[in-house]
């Protein structure tokens, strides 16, 4: 789906290939040859459409982006509740049972990422007013998204569900685990809830177990350290 001219990798034989809409447009130019020399890769500049340049970022559309388009869903289901809420005496009230649609893909969407992104942990950590989700890499936590406080807890209640866990136990820790289909791989993870002041904070560890077996090579030792041991 590469724009037409394009080579087949975008670094190829040392030289980086980007795509550039309006060839004229000179600060672009000048960013981007002070990326080039700081990095120490030349580039080559290709000409593409409007088009192409909106493919290639729905292509690498990242986690805020998707997410926000599920939040923009739960927005609205919360705002057609409410006006059902406020409907007069006497008249029908329906309820959407698909209301909790976007909280699925919230949960869905977060938990690809982490996987994809070789999380070892995703933490979700609520506050007075957002609710931040980190991710565990290489040791270090990184906060990777914030989600509004008021998803806060649908999204913990998606997850108790898939966990097993207690919904309306709130004031006590709960552990639970559960297994999904990530990039056509089993995922196991391993999930704990503790109480806190603004809502329960979870933690999910992730069990990957096509990356499980983790050779004594692959951890970094010298060759003579290696056979020492």
Do not use: C
Request: glycine residues 8%.
């Amino acid at each position: 789906n590469r724009p037409s001219g394009w080579p087949r990798n975008v670094r190829e034989d040392g030289v980086l290939s980007v795509g550039i809409v309006n060839p004229d447009n000179i600060e672009a130019q000048d960013a981007l040859q002070f990326i080039s020399t700081k990095v120490g890769i030349p580039y080559k500049l290709y000409l593409i459409t409007q088009a192409d340049f909106e493919r290639v970022l729905e292509e690498y559309q990242n986690l805020t982006g998707e997410v926000g388009e599920a939040l923009s869903e739960f927005e609205g289901s919360i705002a057609e509740e409410e006006k059902e809420l406020n409907k007069k005496p006497g008249e029908k009230v329906e309820t959407d049972i698909k209301a909790d649609a976007p909280v699925t893909k919230i949960v869905a969407t977060i938990l690809r990422y982490a996987v994809e992104g070789g999380a070892s942990d995703i933490h979700v950590e609520p506050s007075p007013e957002k609710t931040r989700v980190r991710f565990r890499m290489d040791g270090d936590l990184h906060t990777s998204l914030e989600l509004p406080g008021k998803v806060h807890p649908a999204v913990v209640a998606r997850i108790k569900i898939l966990s097993q866990m207690r919904l309306d136990e709130k004031r006590k820790p709960q552990d639970g685990r559960f297994s999904a289909q990530v990039e056509g791989r089993r995922i196991d993870f391993r999930v704990s809830t503790f109480p806190t002041e603004y809502g329960e904070k979870v933690v999910m560890r992730i069990l990957d177990r096509a990356k499980s077996a983790v050779t004594l090579e692959s951890l970094g030792f010298g060759k003579d350290d290696l056979a020492t041991i």
